[in-house]
């Protein structure tokens, strides 16, 4: 019984599809589409050997999948590809990746996976399938940490609010800001972990998409996500809505504070004379009178 092994690598944060097709000699992807393959015949001309059933899927949510290929021609090939799009993100490729194996069964049928018990015909498409199940896995992997960490920021925000200490983090809130924003958009639009990929046409391919997909826990894991998403936007609007109330409160101790100045100033007026007043505010307050134009 022999098997045939998918590894999928979280390369780069994302791929310029268009680009890295005509950098390969590929016909640009139609439409929105999502990935590109390069099959046997582009593979035999890169690597100068057989490469039967071998295949190279580029996504553009910045994941590799290889079928077929072993350890150095993974190498070559994102070396390769470096020339194309770029240096790629050691530390994602390192982090985040899956490895997958459908194996084979009598004739041109195949399990879907290690222990299971229901066999699929082996027919065009289906290494599509596995390869985007893959993809949106690894690429999932990442979007959870990324959540976790910004959780962890908006908490921190919280934690010195109570503490009484809200002004100096206000530029860094600025910025958990700005991820949250680029995060929901990252992982609404481009993951679209809900839709299945154009390769599952017929009523089989759905079927082994949709198992795949309870395999990998794709709709659960999204949905965590999703709740991690809401989570981390009421931290933000609860420190936001805090922040607001705090300069509201200081704004009106500070006109209250320019209240009492006027009534203390008749009353030293009458006691000790005007110009020694003007000459204690100068010296107390030498800034802020000369901006409010006070005694100047």
């Known amino acids: ?22 950098g390969l000699g590929l016909p640009s992807p139609e439409g929105r589409g999502r990935y590109i393959v390069l099959h046997s015949k582009h593979l035999a001309q890169t690597y100068n050997n057989e490469v039967q059933q071998k295949r190279i899927y580029i996504f553009n949510i910045g994941c590799i999948v290889f079928e077929g290929l072993g350890i150095t021609e993974t190498r070559v090939f994102l070396k390769d590809l470096e020339s194309i799009i770029g240096k790629h993100n050691y530390k994602t490729l390192t982090e985040y990746r899956e490895i997958h194996s459908i194996i084979s069964a009598d004739g041109d049928m195949v399990y879907l996976w290690e222990g299971s018990t229901e066999q699929y015909p082996l027919m065009d498409g289906l290494s599509d399938i596995v390869a985007v199940i893959l993809a ?13 960490q910004l959780l ?9 609010y109570q503490k009484g200490i809200l002004s100096r983090g206000t530029r860094s809130f600025a910025l958990t800001m700005a991820q949250i924003i680029k995060f929901e958009h ?5 993951i679209r972990i809900f839709d299945r990929p154009t390769a599952a046409g017929s009523i089989q391919l759905r079927e082994a998409y949709d198992k795949l997909s309870v395999r990998f826990e794709l709709d659960d894991r999204y949905s965590v996500l999703e709740s991690k998403v809401a989570e981390l936007r009421n931290i933000t609007h609860t420190y936001s809505t805090l922040k607001y109330r705090l300069h509201e409160n ?26 020694d007043i003007k000459s204690f505010f100068r010296m107390i307050f030498p800034h802020l009178l000369q901006k409010l134009n006070i005694f100047y």
């Open 1 to 22: 019984m022999g098997s045939r092994q998918f590894i999928c690598y979280k390369a780069y944060n994302s791929i310029d599809l268009k680009n890295t097709a005509t």
């Open 136 to 148: 949106k896995s690894t690429a999932l992997s990442k979007e959870e940490s990324d959540i976790n």
């Open 152 to 160: 962890d920021k908006a908490d921190s925000h919280i934690s010195k």
């Open 186 to 190: 990252r992982s609404t639009v481009e």
């Open 250 to 275: 200081r704004l009106i101790g500070f006109e209250i504070f320019l209240l009492i100045l006027f009534p203390l100033f008749r009353i030293f007026d009458y006691i000790i004379g005007q110009e």
